[in-house]
């Protein structure tokens, strides 16, 4: 007689490349049951990833952390890397491409189970929404989960600008679009993380996991002064060995103490 896996299980195999990423991001930033800050998402379309990071912190038992999605609600801006015109490289990242009205992003989530009452939503492109003003009234005292997928330069640019305050060491940050652009580094996200990290000696990357077609995460380590110049000093006498994502260094296996789970390989488009 076969038997029907658990509803746990059916999320990790529907959407398996994100949902693996959840479930590996938040097993990362459980602490006993609490989370090491909140979850936000820049980029949130249609709710897929939203939706898995809700429902892997239900399968934690982690109840204490809020959900925050930032999304123009219009699609993707015009931009210089994001014309009119289609790229030929990468024909999805078009303005106006992935259009989803907020009222229909609530309608979506909740009805695939997220609970409302648990998400802050910020409509309004990143440039103009992003503020400091923003960052106040929203009151979010710590960063557990950055998830940026918002596929371009200019607004990773403004996603990790206005990140940066809220990230404490262990905080992770997944990048969607990190091997989008044929993996260009002076492209995309990679070009706007790199720019960053090279203002922010004080921020050191350290790559966790890839996930699906184009995405990776990376743990948030915050140095000291001290620590910064021994980076330095690294990084010199090692001839620039250990930049990965600048300043990141490849690392950690996949965590398997709860259990294994695959390594992602799973293609898909760059949503
Ligand atoms: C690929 S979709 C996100 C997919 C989503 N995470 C999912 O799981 O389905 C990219 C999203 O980024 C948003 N976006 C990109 N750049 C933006 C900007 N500068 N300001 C506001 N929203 C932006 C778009 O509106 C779109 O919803």
Redesign the pocket.
């Known amino acids: 007689m076969s038997q029907i896996p658990p509803a746990g299980i059916l999320d990790l195999m529907s959407n398996r490349g ?1 949902n693996v990423a959840a479930e590996l991001a938040m097993r990362w930033c459980k602490r006993g049951g609490k989370s090491l800050g909140d979850y936000l ?10 939706t ?1 990071f809700f429902r892997a912190a239900q399968r934690h038992d982690v109840t204490d952390m809020r959900f925050y999605g ?8 015009e ?1 210089p890397t994001c014309p009119p015109d289609e790229d030929p490289t990468e024909t ?1 990242f078009v303005a106006g491409n ?3 009205s907020e009222e229909e992003f609530r309608h979506i989530v909740a009805f695939r189970g997220v609970d409302l009452s648990r998400v802050t939503l910020v409509p ?4 103009q ?1 992003l503020t400091e003003e923003l960052k106040v009234d929203l009151a979010i005292a710590s960063a557990g989960i950055v ?1 940026i ?4 330069y ?2 990773t640019v ?1 996603v990790l600008n206005f990140v940066t305050s809220l990230l404490r060491s262990g905080s992770l940050i997944l990048f ?1 679009d990190w091997l989008s652009y044929d993996a260009h580094p002076l492209r995309g996200e990679q070009r706007a993380c790199r720019e960053w990290l090279d203002e922010h000696p004080e921020i050191h990357l350290t790559e966790y996991f890839k996930y699906t077609r184009t995405g990776a995460a990376f743990i948030v380590s915050m140095l000291t002064p001290y620590e910064q110049q021994v980076m330095q000093r690294d990084a010199g006498t090692r001839g620039g060995v250990g930049r990965d994502a600048d300043r990141s260094r490849t690392a950690a296996p996949m965590d398997s103490e709860d259990g294994d789970l695959p390594a992602e390989t799973e293609p898909g488009p ?2």
Not at 41 to 50: K, V
Not at 70 to 77: A, I, K, N, R, V
């Open positions: 994100v998402e820049f980029g949130t379309y249609r709710g897929s990833s939203f898995a930032f999304d123009s609600f219009e699609g993707l801006p931009t999805a992935y259009s989803c309004g492109f990143f440039d929404s998830n997928d918002c596929d371009l200019e607004s403004d969607d760059p949503v």
